[in-house]
């Protein structure tokens, strides 16, 4: 059973730092690319940043571009996200999801963890 | 960035109706469209990708089509169980992704 399980949420203040893990199995990790999507307390779905396999291609939504950092462990099969300079508005809940293969192929967003929530908040 | 538009944001239905959303993606994405159901609590689940490519396990009453900029999820006959929000998504080009704002279904 493919299987994703975040942590590391938790309530901050603005400003401060957060670092979420997200340990898979079920799957050979190795071989899918990876996307973090948050949702905002009874908000819409966001996509935050996908990753490659071998980590050669990395993309952010702009809203996070220069503050978050996407990367992975192959050989722990786990996914993390270093959330820097965090704002009020990064409340959020924040999944990791198995995306593709090789992009075109098949579903992009096929398992989905529960999520970890982030709260900051002075 | 691409932007993506959904209507309407919410709708009330019976069991048995035939349920239409619509998207739009503010420039063609070709059929790269996916659409996802949220129930409250839960994280989203995949329905259809590639436009119109069923999911496996995803009852046959749920339909997409379209391509370019416009698209539709069609739900067949309502069921109980499909009371939920809508979220499509756009994965043109394979970087950056955009989701839909939602469409609320609930019972009339």
């Known amino acids: 059973e493919v299987q994703m399980v975040e942590s590391g949420g938790g309530l901050v203040q603005p400003g401060w730092s957060l670092r979420l893990s997200c340990a898979t199995s079920?799957?050979?990790?190795?071989?899918?690319?990876m996307s973090w999507v948050r949702q905002a307390p009874g908000k819409g779905l966001e996509w935050v940043a996908n990753?490659?396999?071998?980590?050669?291609?990395?993309y952010y939504v702009d809203s996070v571009k220069g503050r978050f950092t996407i990367s992975r462990d192959n050989a722990k099969n786990s996914l993390y996200l270093q959330m820097n300079s965090l704002r009020v508005e990064d409340t959020a809940t924040y999944y990791c999801?198995?995306?593709?293969?090789?992009?075109?192929?098949?579903?992009?967003?096929?398992?989905w963890g529960q999520g970890t929530l982030v709260t900051v908040s002075s | 960035d691409i932007q993506m538009t959904q209507s309407p944001s919410s709708l009330s239905a019976s069991v048995g109706d035939r349920v239409t959303i619509t998207c739009r993606a503010s420039q063609s994405i070709s059929i790269n469209l996916n659409w996802y159901q949220q129930k409250p609590g839960n994280a989203p689940k995949i329905l259809i990708y590639?436009?119109?490519s069923l999911q496996s396990g995803v009852p046959s009453r749920f339909s997409g089509s379209g391509s370019g900029t416009d698209f539709t999820l069609t739900i067949s006959s309502l069921q109980p169980e499909d009371f939920a929000t809508y979220y499509c998504?756009?994965?043109?080009?394979?970087?950056?992704?955009?989701f839909g704002q939602g469409t609320k279904v609930e019972m009339k």
């Open positions: 079920g799957f050979t990790f190795s071989n899918y690319w």
């Open positions: 998504q756009q994965t043109y080009g394979a970087r950056t992704w955009t």
């Open positions: 999801v198995r995306a593709w293969a090789k992009p075109g192929t098949g579903p992009p967003l096929d398992h």
């Open positions: 590639a436009a119109s």
């Open positions: 990753m490659k396999q071998d980590g050669s291609e990395i």
